[in-house]
């Protein structure tokens, strides 16, 4: 009998699953791994400040920018605070993917804008007003602005594009599961488009979709009776025509509407049948991640270090009864569920 993978074709044309053994990434040291994930434990926060892990000392804070070299990303925020200031907190602020690149990428710290003391003295040195929404400030460590001041706390898309931004004017390489987050929510934000298709069989569909620059999430499931893909993406980059074009060689045509359609109970199947399945993911990196994975490639280079280092914590402690991730939806929920078991 044939191993499994040999039997998949790059052209996605038959369900079939490849084999696991060739999607694991490069060991990491248990320390190191350990150590990564520890920083996962969520602070004591009020909810205004998120799970970042943020210095109170702006003092401080510039001396680490300076021997670290990393920009200081400075939150002034107001504590306790309106429902704009909570908002942004329990949002963009308690987003794993954000929390990690603020605390991995930059220095954090954040200054009440409602106190007096250094808080106030802070506040009068960036020019900043008291009792205001929340504002970001991504500076060097002489305090000069980087990037323009962020004061869109509606946006986590603005914040993240801002960092990323900072990042490429400061000589650092931005990180990939930076980038694919801001083009989600982005494309989010400007408002995605729904197209469904049938295809001879769903697992492959979701695949060939999600190597598609533009698409967003794929689900696979039934409609008029025929297996189908809805697909969500971004018209900005890909339109639906395209999106035919690109598929009919496969033998995948384009339904007429999108009602009618019933979820299968298998999603992102290829990433289902590995421990990648243990791992929260964004939408867009697990429709990505689930079409390498379907084309026998690891899915490494979408991920945070975070998520790989519970990938290896996964795989090293295969007893234990990790939640699968696949199709969780909050991002954050799905890593609450997980670090139970991790710490």
Request: some cysteine.
């Amino acid at each position: 009998m044939q191993p499994l993978f040999l039997l998949f074709l790059a052209t996605f044309s038959a369900c079939v699953v490849p084999d696991p053994s060739n999607l694991v990434p490069a060991q990491a040291n248990p320390t190191t791994v350990d150590n990564v994930l520890q920083a996962t434990n969520p602070p004591d926060n009020p909810v205004e400040l998120g799970k970042v892990h943020w210095l109170r000392d702006l003092d401080k804070g510039s001396i680490e920018a300076k021997r670290s070299g990393k920009p200081l990303l400075v939150l002034f925020q107001e504590v306790p605070g309106c429902s704009n200031c909570t908002q942004y907190g329990a949002g963009p602020l308690s987003h794993p993917l954000i929390v990690e690149a603020i605390e991995s990428l930059f220095v954090p710290v954040c200054i009440y804008n409602n106190k007096g003391g250094a808080d106030a003295e802070a506040l009068r040195a960036f020019g900043e007003p008291a009792w205001n929404n929340p504002v970001v400030r991504i500076v060097r460590a002489n305090h000069q602005d980087i990037v323009p001041r962020m004061a869109d706390f509606r946006s986590p898309a603005r914040l993240v594009s801002g960092m990323l931004h900072a990042l490429s004017l400061s000589g650092a390489v931005a990180p990939n599961y930076l980038a694919l987050l801001e083009e989600e929510l982005l494309a989010r934000e400007a408002g995605l488009e729904t197209a469904t298709f049938s295809m001879y069989c769903f697992w492959s569909g979701e695949g060939t979709f999600g190597q598609i620059a533009g698409v967003i999430a794929t689900e696979p499931g039934f409609q008029d009776g025929k297996e189908v893909v809805r697909v969500q993406y971004n018209p900005n980059r890909v339109s639906r025509k395209e999106l035919e074009k690109r598929t009919q060689p496969k033998g995948i045509q384009a339904c007429s509407g999108n009602t009618g359609f019933r979820l299968d109970r298998e999603p992102k199947y290829y990433l289902a049948q590995t421990p990648w399945r243990f791992v929260p993911m964004t939408t867009l990196q697990s429709t990505k991640a689930n079409s390498l994975i379907g084309q026998g490639k690891s899915p490494e280079d979408l991920l945070s270090p975070k998520q790989l280092a519970l990938y290896q914590k996964v795989t090293s402690n295969p007893q234990k009864n990790w939640p699968n991730a696949v199709g969780a939806g909050n991002l954050e929920q799905a890593w609450a569920a997980v670090s139970l078991l991790v710490f």
